[in-house]
């Protein structure tokens, strides 16, 4: 399963001719492929001078700072691929929607990827309401999340919770993609024009797939 030529570097024209469904695909067999041990042996090195005068990235991801999600090797992609945007809970703030505006409005790229994951230790922060320096602040981006989600009486809302946990940072990434709609103009406007999309979808930290919302 390898529909697109997933090694060669973007150009350009490789990136104008790819349509928001192709930048899935690549997504999606790239996970394929590091699920089952299966990833393209590329040249970085070759990579390197290719891009080393322009970048064409077909999609934009937005995910956790958690060690064990590499968004390029989890997606088995290579240099000048994807953008990148990690900050711990994969939420957006003016910078990250600046960062993205970047990417998509002047850099080309036809996909936002917001990525959440199983197990997310951010995520149990706020669920167990950590109080640390500026992580205090930095968890009340995920609250709303916390608040959306709806327990039975007496079902425990910690951390100790891990289905609880994994529904918050579901819910944070659809609350995630409402918020870049609402809070970044310049991107819904394109999403609306078709030119891009946004979706959601989540990391299992078990099994290496994403699974796309
Ligand atoms: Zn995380």
Redesign the pocket.
């Known amino acids: 399963m390898n529909t697109y030529a997933n090694n060669l570097t973007q150009t350009k024209d490789s990136q104008t001719a790819l349509t928001i469904q192709n930048a899935m695909t690549i997504l999606k067999e790239g996970n394929h492929r590091f699920v089952n041990n299966d990833t393209l042996n590329r040249d970085l090195r070759g990579q390197i001078n290719d891009t080393s005068t322009g970048q064409y990235p077909f999609a934009a991801v937005v ?4 060690s064990r ?1 590499p968004t390029e090797i989890i997606f088995d992609q290579g240099i000048g691929d994807i953008f990148n945007a990690r900050v ?3 939420f957006v703030n003016q910078d990250i929607l600046g960062s993205l505006e970047f990417a998509c409005k002047l850099a080309g790229s036809k996909l936002i990827v917001i990525m ?2 199983t ?6 922060g706020a669920c167990d309401h950590a109080k640390l320096g500026n992580l205090t602040a930095m968890l009340e981006n995920i609250n709303p999340a916390l608040d959306k989600v709806k327990t039975a009486d007496g079902e425990d809302r910690s951390s100790k919770n891990l289905d609880f946990v994994n529904k918050v ?1 579901i819910e944070n990434v659809h609350l995630t993609i409402a918020r870049l709609k609402e809070d970044s103009p310049v991107l819904n406007e394109m999403i609306e024009k078709g030119e891009i999309n946004v979706v959601g979808a989540m990391y299992d930290v078990k099994t290496g797939a994403v699974s796309f919302l």
């Open positions: 995910s956790c700072i958690d999600i711990a809970g994969n959440g994951h197990s997310c230790g951010a995520v149990k940072a």
